[in-house]
Each structure stands twice: as C-alpha cells, then as structure tokens.
C-alpha cells in the first residue's frame, strides 16, 4: 500500500499533466468523475471496480491475446454520453466485452432501453457480471432486463433485436473486423439501422473504411473519446 505522500505525489502529478493536455475545467471534471466512480461498488454493493489483466483471464480462449484487459468505464461520461444520443425508444443496448457489467448496471437504469445484454468471452467475468447484477437488483433502480451472454465477439452473429453497441475498446482491429463482419451478416438477414459507440476508439481506421458506418458524432466524456457511427 503506497504511503500517504506517495499517493498525494502521483494526484499532484497527474493534475499537473492533465491541466497542461486539457485545461482546467475538464481536469476537474475527470477528477470528480473518478471522485464518484469510486463510490459506485460502495453505494451498491457490487465489484466492478478492480482491474483484471487479460494474462490472468482463462488461457484457453483463442482471442485472450487480442484482448485488452477488463478496466470499468466511469458512471457519470456513460451517463452524459447516453443523455446526449438520440436513440429511438425500445433500444436493445449490446456492451460488447462486458467484463464485470458496469455499463449493464448503468444501461439498464434508463427508461429508453427495453433490453440490456453483454457480450463477454471470460467464464470468470461472465459470473462476477452475473454476480453482480444480482446484488444491484437491491437497489429497486433496474428498469430493463440484462443478459450476460458469454461469447467471444468475433463468432456471435447479433440478434436481430440489438440494435446499439457499446465498445469501451474490447480487442484489437483485427478482432473489431470480424465484429463488424458478424453484425454485416445479421444486417443483411435482418435490415435495421444501428449504432455503434466506440469509447477509447483506438481502432477506429477499421469503422471508418468499413463502407457501412459513417461517423455522426464525436464526444469528448471524462477524458475519454467517443465516437459515434451508424449505416444509415
Ligand atoms: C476495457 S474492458 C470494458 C468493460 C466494460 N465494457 C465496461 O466498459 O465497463 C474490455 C472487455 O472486453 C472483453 N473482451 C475482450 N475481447 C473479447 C472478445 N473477443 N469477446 C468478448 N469479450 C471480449 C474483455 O474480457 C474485457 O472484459
């Protein structure tokens, strides 16, 4: 455990580095959010909280090497960000790599949703997701249903109801291409139109060459960027 200076030595750094890369307001906006979001597993009971490296996830998945590691994404920019989008009402909202299912949490609280589901490839995360909801529900704040499906992304066609994808950036580009080839093959068994957010878009070249999603928005949430795609 670092001793008390050491850890207010890392803040003061970090602040000074941030102040310099994104000036003052929105420094401190990323420092309340971080602020609030250590409060969300105590205020609920949950642990969403608690890194898991992609070397300590089970071996034997084929695509462990292509994915980044479990890390939860902040309440309060997936909030604002969900406040912002124009999504039709009656959504299925897909979190694609949904780790221990923060993001299920907070979806699933929104009126706009009539159905939550998350996409995991780890058995272990997909029963700590599970676990999790399970103690959330105390909270009397879930409006719609969640699912945890455990999959791996590139080898799950989505169902023909899902029709908003959450991607806090869950694997690399290959892996992205081969998710973006399986929802190609359920939009041509299933026309619709969809949208896909793309939090910490690092591979976001693969969506933007892809023919089919063009980028409609770019957001700028808790020091992280999003973007925003759809066919149509
Ligand atoms: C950065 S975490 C995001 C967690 C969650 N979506 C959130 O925003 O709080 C990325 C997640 O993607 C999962 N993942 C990586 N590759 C995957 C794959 N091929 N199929 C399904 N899940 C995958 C990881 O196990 C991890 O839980």
Redesign the pocket.
């Known amino acids: 455990m670092p001793t008390l200076a050491v850890q207010l030595t890392t803040v003061s750094s970090w602040a000074l580095r941030s102040f310099r890369r994104r000036g003052l307001r929105s420094t401190v906006g990323v420092a309340y959010s971080s602020l609030l979001d250590l409060g969300f597993d105590w205020r609920y009971g949950t642990e ?1 909280r608690s890194v ?1 490296l ?1 070397t300590d ?1 089970e071996p034997e ?1 084929e ?2 090497d ?8 902040k309440e309060r920019p ?1 909030l604002h960000l969900m406040q912002r989008l124009p999504l039709p009402p009656g959504s299925t909202f897909v ?9 299920l949490l907070l979806a699933a609280q929104l009126s706009s949703l009539a159905r939550v589901v ?5 058995p272990k ?1 997909c029963a700590q997701a599970r676990g999790n909801i399970q103690v959330f529900r105390a909270s009397g704040k879930l409006r719609a249903p969640i699912e945890v499906i455990q ?4 080898k799950r066609v989505p169902d023909p109801s899902e029709n908003v994808f ?6 690399d580009a290959a ?1 992205l291409r081969l ?1 973006l080839d399986r929802l190609r093959e359920s939009l041509a068994a299933h026309p619709r139109q969809v949208w896909i957010l793309y ?2 878009p690092v591979h976001a070249g693969v969506l933007d060459v892809s023919g089919v999603f063009s980028r409609t928005e770019s957001y700028t949430l808790g020091g992280n960027h999003v973007y925003v795609y759809t066919n149509k």
């Open positions: 969403t898991v992609r996830m998945l695509n462990r292509r994915a980044v590691s479990y890390q939860p994404t997936f979190d694609v790599g949904c780790g221990k299912g923060r993001v998350g996409v995991e490839f780890s995360l999959a791996d992304a590139p959450f991607l806090y950036n869950p694997f892996i998710f939090s910490v």
